[in-house]
């Protein structure tokens, strides 16, 4: 068969691509599959390149069968079957991102090629970018939880929602920006104390102190970690960009599986309670 792209007027009187073969052929055959999935990407002008997850190269066709068998990706994300669908590609148990990346992935480079194999959309190919709209001032009460040099990690309830997201200093670019940005790592935020020799002096014996437990990181800490490891694997040339790529991943994440880094970061709090209240028994008893 051949795979030069057909094109057919759409509704608006601009042309999208005709499936070149069926949806049971393309999930029987993983070869058609790529000639056609590469085929559909040039003709609407998109890169096309396969991903590399936890050093491996994600096998889009697999990942095609799975979320088409279960009703399409509309479907598996409104009854949250990602974290399913990785258990298909049996990645490593330390790859605990493994369904945010197949659902960024597969929005990315099989949603559109999905709607007119799988469900045989003959309009034109629609913006899948959604964008919802706010107040243009509202008011909303939030914590930070961790700072970096260009600004914070925040969490903001609004309403009923908890979000998340990174807030920039006024003299740094958007996320928008295209400059890459210039940031350290992100550390756990603590409010500034009254400045005063007093205090200065507590803080400088503790930090000399091999005793003093360490601090507690958060959730995000944690997810910070997991992900810059695995970022450095997949794009070492783009570290520079880390932070904000994390920060977006972070946003992007489910309630469900941004709670598994959040009660990590809560049991790491109360490990360091424990230990707290230990080394301040400690230093009664030497006193």
């Given at each position: 068969m051949s795979t030069e792209e057909v094109m057919a007027p759409a509704a608006n009187g601009g042309p999208h691509p005709v499936p070149l073969a069926s949806h049971d052929d393309v999930a029987k055959d993983p070869t058609l599959f790529m000639d056609t999935l590469k085929s559909f990407h040039l003709s609407i002008g998109s890169k096309f390149t396969i991903p590399v997850i936890s050093g491996k190269e994600l096998n889009l066709h697999v990942l095609y069968v799975e979320v088409t068998r279960r009703g399409g990706y509309d479907k598996v994300v409104s009854e949250k079957k990602w974290r399913e669908i990785s258990t298909v590609f049996e990645f490593s148990p330390t790859?605990?991102?493994?369904?945010?990346?197949?659902?960024?992935?597969?929005?990315?480079?099989l949603h559109r090629y999905e709607m007119v194999y799988f469900f045989r959309h003959q309009a034109s190919m629609p913006n899948l970018q959604t964008t919802?709209?706010?107040?243009?001032?509202?008011?909303?009460?939030g914590t930070i939880d961790a700072k970096f040099d260009c600004g914070y990690i925040v969490s903001v309830r609004l309403g009923n929602e908890t979000l998340n997201g990174v807030l920039y200093h006024p003299s740094y670019p958007a996320p928008a920006s295209p400059a890459p940005l210039t940031c350290t790592d992100i550390v756990p935020y603590n409010p500034p104390e009254l400045s005063n020799s007093r205090t200065r002096t507590r803080r400088r014996r503790r930090s000399n102190d091999p005793d003093h437990p360490k601090i507690n990181r958060?959730?995000?800490?944690?997810?910070?970690?997991?992900?810059?490891a695995l970022l450095k694997?997949?794009?070492?040339?783009?570290?520079?960009?880390?932070?904000?790529?994390?920060?977006?991943?972070?946003?992007?994440?489910?309630?469900?599986?941004?709670?598994?880094?959040?009660?990590?970061?809560?049991?790491?709090?109360?490990?360091?309670?424990?230990?707290?209240?230990?080394?301040?028994?400690?230093?009664?008893?030497?006193?």
């Amino acid at each position: 068969m051949s795979t030069e792209e057909v094109m057919a007027p759409a509704a608006n009187g601009g042309p999208h691509p005709v499936p070149l073969a069926s949806h049971d052929d393309v999930a029987k055959d993983p070869t058609l599959f790529m000639d056609t999935l590469k085929s559909f990407h040039l003709s609407i002008g998109s890169k096309f390149t396969i991903p590399v997850i936890s050093g491996k190269e994600l096998n889009l066709h697999v990942l095609y069968v799975e979320v088409t068998r279960r009703g399409g990706y509309d479907k598996v994300v409104s009854e949250k079957k990602w974290r399913e669908i990785s258990t298909v590609f049996e990645f490593s148990p330390t790859t605990t991102s493994a369904s945010y990346a197949l659902r960024k992935h597969y929005s990315t480079l099989l949603h559109r090629y999905e709607m007119v194999y799988f469900f045989r959309h003959q309009a034109s190919m629609p913006n899948l970018q959604t964008t919802t709209e706010v107040p243009s001032s509202f008011q909303a009460t939030g914590t930070i939880d961790a700072k970096f040099d260009c600004g914070y990690i925040v969490s903001v309830r609004l309403g009923n929602e908890t979000l998340n997201g990174v807030l920039y200093h006024p003299s740094y670019p958007a996320p928008a920006s295209p400059a890459p940005l210039t940031c350290t790592d992100i550390v756990p935020y603590n409010p500034p104390e009254l400045s005063n020799s007093r205090t200065r002096t507590r803080r400088r014996r503790r930090s000399n102190d091999p005793d003093h437990p360490k601090i507690n990181r958060s959730g995000y800490n944690f997810y910070f970690a997991e992900k810059h490891a695995l970022l450095k694997v997949e794009h070492p040339n783009r570290e520079r960009q880390f932070t904000r790529m994390i920060g977006d991943a972070w946003t992007a994440l489910s309630l469900e599986e941004r709670e598994v880094y959040q009660n990590i970061g809560l049991k790491d709090k109360e490990r360091y309670q424990r230990e707290m209240k230990e080394y301040r028994e400690m230093k009664m008893g030497q006193s």
